[in-house]
Structure formats: C-alpha cells, structure tokens
C-alpha cells in the first residue's frame, strides 16, 4: 500500500489560494491519487482524482509531476466554508484505501 | 449523481443491544462496500470491505462476530454492532464503490452514522 505524508495543520485566509501537497513515494504504476474532504461529523466527500499531470474541475485542481512521487492539491480563493480535513490518498482499484491523518485547513476571516 | 446514504444518522441505545445501521447506493450499482468508524479528532479506520452476495472481509483486529456485516444487493449493505459496549460509541461511515474493471473506481462515502452506546 501506498503510504502518504500531508502536513497535519495549514492556516490561510479567505481569497486566497491554498496548495495542500501529499508525498508518496511508493505510489505503483496503477495507483490513482484521490483528494477527499470531511467537515466534523460527516462522512467525506470526493474532491478529485487523477493519475498524473493536471487535472481540473469546479472546485479544485490538481497537479501530479511526472515521477508522481508526490501530489498538490490546490484550491482557488477559499472561503470560510472551506475549513475542513482534507486527505490524499492513492490506490488501485478503489480497493485499498487507507486514510492517513489528512490536513486540518483553517480558513481565517 | 454517485449519492451514498446510511440510516440511521444517529443512535443511542442501551449496553447490551443490537444496533444495525444501513448503508444504500442511491443511483448506483455498489459491486463493494466498505465500513470503517472514526473516533473524534481522529482519522478513518476501515472496518471492512464487501461484496455483493460474498462475506465480507474484515481487518486485522476487527471482530466479525460483533461486527456483522451483510451485503445482500448491489445498492445496499448493513453493518450490525451486536451486544454493543460504551467503548463501541463511534462515528460508522460507509463507502461505496461501483467496482469497474479497468480503472480505478471512486469510493462515495455516505453521511456517517453515530452511535451512542450508555
């Protein structure tokens, strides 16, 4: 299984941009890096998901290097709602997903 | 799309019953399942994974025989605590994946379900 590092804790305000990068220097060949997000008594919900270079949606983007040793997730002018645990994780299948601690983000006024 | 919900949201029961939670796929066919419980301020920890019609697979240190888990279709699975202690009070979170071949396949996970144990 692939293991993932994030740091534990990021502070930033609101309207700015927040890159939150997730190192796995184990990832195989197969494996998908998938970004979740979870607020306080919920169950997580799927942000992205990509296997390498950028991928892009409605409320995230994320950027994957070419060894895909590593991943940033990165999220545009983000707002207080956006105060939540965000987790990386990687896998084939969907089959084998072991949540790390995640990011506690805290989006200060 | 991909909606999961479980019911109930939230539980309170005595020690010593039996509490189940249901997790349903609303708007898809979920070939696997997966439960695992959160402790506060803490991370989730599978509990187990399963697939329709099989038994399900458990991880090291979870007991099955308390743990009971059923997946009879491929929109829902059930997760029963039986004889139910304090220190099983948890957040019970269920995922579910649609288990295409060739591709690695989301986990949509539901609301979580807690559960109050006096």
């Known amino acids: 299984l692939a293991k993932t590092t994030q740091p534990i804790s990021m502070d930033s305000y609101e309207g700015q941009e927040v890159n939150i990068t997730c190192s796995h220097n184990?990832?195989?060949?197969?494996?998908?890096i998938t970004w979740y997000q979870q607020f306080p008594s919920q169950g997580p919900r799927f942000i992205i998901q990509?296997?390498?270079t950028k991928v892009t949606n409605e409320v995230a983007s994320l950027f994957i290097p070419a060894d895909r040793k590593s991943s940033t997730l990165s999220l545009p002018r983000v707002s207080l709602s956006d105060t939540a645990v965000y987790y990386c994780l990687v896998d084939n299948y969907g089959q084998n997903f072991v949540f790390g601690p995640g990011t506690r983000l805290s989006v200060l006024p | 799309g991909a909606v999961v919900s479980q019911h109930p949201s939230w539980v309170i029961c005595k020690s010593g019953t039996s509490v189940k939670i249901e997790c349903r796929s609303l708007d898809f066919q979920a070939t696997t399942m997966f439960w695992y419980r959160q402790f506060p301020k803490q991370s989730l920890m599978l509990m187990a994974t399963?697939?329709?019609?099989?038994?399900?697979?458990?991880e090291q240190g979870v007991e099955k025989d308390k743990f009971l888990i059923n997946h009879a279709s491929l929109t829902l699975s059930t997760l029963t605590v039986t004889s139910a202690h304090p220190e099983d009070s948890s957040f019970y979170i269920c995922s579910a994946s649609a288990g295409t071949s060739g591709r690695t396949d989301t986990q949509y996970f539901g609301p979580g379900t807690r559960l109050t144990v006096l």
């Open positions: 184990n990832i195989a060949t197969n494996d998908y």
């Open positions: 399963s697939n329709e019609g099989s038994k399900a697979t458990y």
């Open positions: 990509g296997y390498k």
